[in-house]
Structures are given as structure tokens and as C-alpha cells.
């Protein structure tokens, strides 16, 4: 016959670790300072120097082309 004291420990023990472990995360997040674009590794580079996102796409499309047709050239040529 078992005894009622380990049951009713072990639910207690689990009622405290569902409310405990959502508490701690709540105040992890709390204390915790927020990560800052400005907090970035590495150079920056400003913003007047970096090309558009058009033109990133534009020159991605271009090399796209480019390995396009080098890729048919070869196969054109086996």
C-alpha cells in the first residue's frame, strides 16, 4: 500500500515547477537588455555607400544571366 505523503509531494513539487519555470523566464526577459541594430559586429557602412536593394537584385540578376548563358555556351558546345 503506498503512502499518501510521496503523491501528494510530487504534485506539489510539479504545481511549483509549471509556475516557477514560466516565472523565471518572464523575468530573464525582463532583466535582460534588448539587443540594438547599432550593437552589430564589424565594420559599418554607411548608408550613403551601400547601394540599393534594386540594385543588389539588379546585379544578382545579372550574374544569374551571365551563368545562364555560360552554362548553355557549354552545353551547346558538348
Do not use: W
Not at 555607400?49 to 555556351?73: G, I, N, W
Request: net charge positive; with cysteine.
Amino acid at each position: 500500500r503506498e503512502a499518501p505523503i510521496p503523491k501528494m509531494l510530487a504534485s506539489c513539487l510539479l504545481r511549483r515547477v509549471v509556475f516557477t519555470v514560466p516565472l523565471v523566464f518572464v523575468v530573464a526577459l525582463l532583466l535582460s537588455e534588448p539587443v540594438r541594430s547599432d550593437q552589430e559586429v564589424g565594420t559599418a557602412i554607411p548608408a550613403e555607400s551601400r547601394p540599393c536593394v534594386d540594385c543588389h537584385a539588379f546585379e544578382f540578376m545579372q550574374r544569374a544571366l551571365q551563368d545562364l548563358k555560360k552554362t548553355a555556351y557549354n552545353l551547346d558546345t558538348r
